[in-house]
């Protein structure tokens, strides 16, 4: 199997790969570099198979494998054995899933969410929640998408608190004074106009006639 390197030596892409994994299983939702997020993808998809072949109760040897690709055992490892492999036992795969982000700024870097399916964190609520982050710092207005996505999100009072919060959190994270001055100006939005209706004559009227 090919592997990314990462820019890493093989010991410290170990670490770093375990970091990832532990940080998915704990928050089942993170955001980090697009590669590091597909290689986190493999490693995550692979343990949690492992999890759920060992059982609710491994022994001793295949609980210390699982132990091997993660840190903060006596948090991850329960939670492994049991919710997670509980949720995903009728599946073949497929726990996760990678959605890219716009380029992290500074460096340009491709970024993506990873996250497990059906966890707590939607990721469209994630997505619509940076767009509208971004939207409110550079002081423009909502696209018609845009308003449509965030009248699905917020059904309740609840879903509209967890959006707020979460809009709050990505301005934080990537919207400050000084990420806004290297970010490019938005797009005016224009409506896409549509084709005036063109009637052609229909060919069988002139054989006809």
């Known amino acids: 199997m ?4 990462l820019n890493r030596t ?12 532990t940080n998915v299983l704990e928050h089942e939702s993170i955001i980090t570099t697009h590669a590091k997020a597909k290689e ?23 609980k210390q494998r699982l132990m091997n ?23 073949t795969g497929g726990y996760t899933r990678v959605l890219k982000l716009e380029n992290r700024v500074g460096d340009n870097a491709p970024q993506s969410i990873l996250e497990l399916v059906g966890g707590p964190r939607d ?8 767009i509208v982050a971004r939207l409110e710092c550079q002081g423009a207005d909502l696209d018609p998408r845009t308003k449509l996505n965030v009248e699905k999100i917020c059904r309740d009072d609840e879903s509209t608190r967890r959006f707020k919060e979460e ?8 919207y400050t004074d000084e990420k806004l001055e290297s970010l490019p100006p938005l797009p005016k939005y224009e409506p896409k106009k549509k084709a005036p209706l063109e009637l052609r004559p229909n060919p069988l009227n002139k054989k006809q006639a």
């Open 40 to 62: 986190a993808q493999t490693a995550v998809e692979r343990l949690i198979t492992k999890a759920i072949k060992a059982g609710p109760t491994p022994n001793n040897e295949k």
């Open 2 to 5: 090919v592997h990314r390197h």
């Open 69 to 91: 690709d993660i840190y903060k055992p006596q948090v991850i490892l329960p939670k492994l054995l049991g919710e997670i492999s509980t949720r995903y036992k009728s599946f």
């Open 10 to 21: 093989v010991k410290h892409r170990a670490s770093l790969l375990r970091n990832l994994v």
């Open 123 to 130: 990721m469209r609520m994630a997505l619509t929640a940076r």
């Open 167 to 174: 809009v709050e959190f990505m301005k934080n994270e990537f």
